[in-house]
């Protein structure tokens, strides 16, 4: 059983329809990329995963090792309270293309603030308060060690590069260790000698079967990460399947023509 | 006969500063909270409740605080019930209510740019985050936004120090009160000027005092950006 499956999502802002039936399954520790020019709907896609917009219609169930979880239907939760989409909210991780660090906290702060939150909220925090915040602190440092970031803990993100933000930023969303992590364009805001560095550690999270959906414009790390390319066109999926079948020998003339882009 | 007058004079100026000192701090006191109240209502999504708030604000910073006071410490005498009574304690909470409601409109709108100066991607990386919109403001936004609003509320609070001599119109016994006393005839002194020009002193002093606090506290901010 698929850990993510998406059946016929749509999302309409007033009367422009931005997705318009949008079904794919994604497998546990596959990466996913999602290609296709702006406004093709991709990152609609991604916010509605994340619940940072309401799906119009459709259906999302994530299946973990705690069971099925049906996150949106539109048969039977047309609205969900607050706390429900807090929960829906855990089973993913978000990367943003503007990194959105916050700049009062340090780069080991920002990584540990949403897990602290969610320790003072269990039932044995009292007893438990001093143990619980090593732990947190430990495992902030050890995910900043593996972006290469350890040195740069205490800095805060105006004392980063580019790059440096964003790996904090992904340590941030692997923090809650999410079911899927989703990145939005995550290189798209840096300079072009400061992608490399951001490629690299999403490609050792797919090296260690990390699920990820990514959304992308970097055609080669898409074809060298993925385990499945979807290209979207006008809100619609127009391909998917395997890198080597969608970006080698893509089967919709709409595809080749938007590949035939980065070719030149 | 200066010598003899500047002891009477000084204390006399003392007791009115004292008192405001206690309308600029009680108007603080009330204000930056109920300017927050404002603000909310004024971005609120609810339209009758925001077109209310807007049109509220609208109508008390495009009239004179002097008028205000006035109204307020006046009206309810010519309405029939004069609550405030004649004594100094009506006078001062007729003035706090007059500068507390006129400043807390003025704070709403700084505070208005300071929350929607914050960008929109702070409260979705808090959202993502799994946060509560009760962590999200008092974790994220809430300090980004008082660095925001510093500055300008810094401007504000000097004009507040200044704005108090106001109250005068509705005699409320304050520092140029007690100056002006002795233009008139106080305690057996009459016919000098200068305990009122000597006034602008305490004012000269106490924003200078304020400016140099607001500047640390802008500084102490200055850690993140």
């Known amino acids: 059983m698929a850990i993510l499956q998406v059946e016929n999502l749509r999302k309409n802002f007033e009367s422009l329809e931005v997705l318009k039936g949008i079904s794919f399954s994604l497998e546990k520790g596959e990466a996913l990329s999602i290609i296709g020019s702006s406004g093709s709907g991709k990152t609609t896609l991604l916010r509605c995963m994340n619940f940072l917009e309401m799906p119009s219609s459709g259906r999302i169930v994530v299946n973990t090792a705690a069971g099925e979880h049906v996150l949106y239907d539109d048969q039977n939760t047309k609205t969900l309270s607050e706390s429900a989409i807090r929960k829906n909210r855990l089973h993913f991780g978000l990367v943003f293309q503007s990194f959105n660090l916050f700049p009062q906290y340090t780069a080991l702060g920002n990584v540990t603030l949403a897990p602290r939150l969610q320790a003072k909220a269990r039932p044995d925090y009292k007893e438990r308060a001093a143990a619980l915040s090593r732990e947190i602190e430990e495992r902030g440092m050890a995910l900043l060690g593996q972006m290469g970031l350890a040195d740069r803990a205490g800095y805060y993100p105006h004392q980063l590069s580019g790059g440096q933000q964003q790996r904090v930023a992904i340590a941030r969303a692997l923090a809650l260790e999410p079911d899927i992590l989703c990145f939005d364009e995550p290189t798209s805001a840096l300079d072009p000698e400061l992608t490399g560095e951001v490629l690299r550690v999403i490609r050792g999270l797919a090296d260690k079967d990390t699920t990820m959906i990514i959304v992308t414009h970097e055609m080669t790390f898409a074809h060298d990460v993925s385990d499945q390319v979807i290209f979207m066109d006008g809100g619609n999926i127009v391909e998917q399947g395997p890198p080597a079948q969608v970006l080698e020998n893509p089967r919709e003339e709409r595809t080749r023509q938007f590949l035939r882009g980065y070719t030149n | ?225």
Request: proline share 4%; charged share 10%.
């Open chain 2, 1 to 225: 006969m200066f010598a003899q007058q500047f002891p009477i004079v000084f204390h006399s100026l003392n007791v009115g500063f004292v008192q405001t000192l206690k309308l600029f701090a009680v108007t603080l006191i009330g204000a930056i909270p109920l300017g927050l109240v404002i603000a909310f209502g004024s971005m609120s999504r609810f339209r009758p409740l925001s077109i209310l708030t807007r049109t509220f604000v609208w109508i008390i910073r495009g009239t004179p605080l002097m008028l205000q006071l006035i109204i307020i410490y006046y009206g309810p005498g010519l309405m029939g019930n004069n609550w405030w009574g004649g004594g100094e304690v009506g006078r001062f909470l007729a003035s706090a209510i007059a500068f507390i409601i006129n400043y807390a409109c003025y704070f709403s709108e700084i505070y208005r740019g300071g929350i929607q100066g914050v960008p929109i991607g702070q409260n979705e990386a808090g959202q993502v985050l799994g946060m509560t919109k009760g962590q999200i403001f008092f974790r994220v936004t809430l300090l980004q936004m008082i660095k925001r609003i510093v500055p300008p509320m810094s401007n504000e609070i000097i004009t507040l120090v200044k704005d108090t001599s106001l109250a005068r119109i509705i005699s409320l016994q304050e520092v140029i009160w007690a100056g002006q006393s002795f233009l008139k005839g106080s305690q057996g002194i009459s016919g000098i000027i200068w305990p009122l020009f000597f006034t602008g002193l305490y004012y000269l002093l106490f924003s200078g005092i304020l400016t140099i606090l607001l500047g640390g506290l802008e500084k102490r901010l200055n850690y993140f950006r």
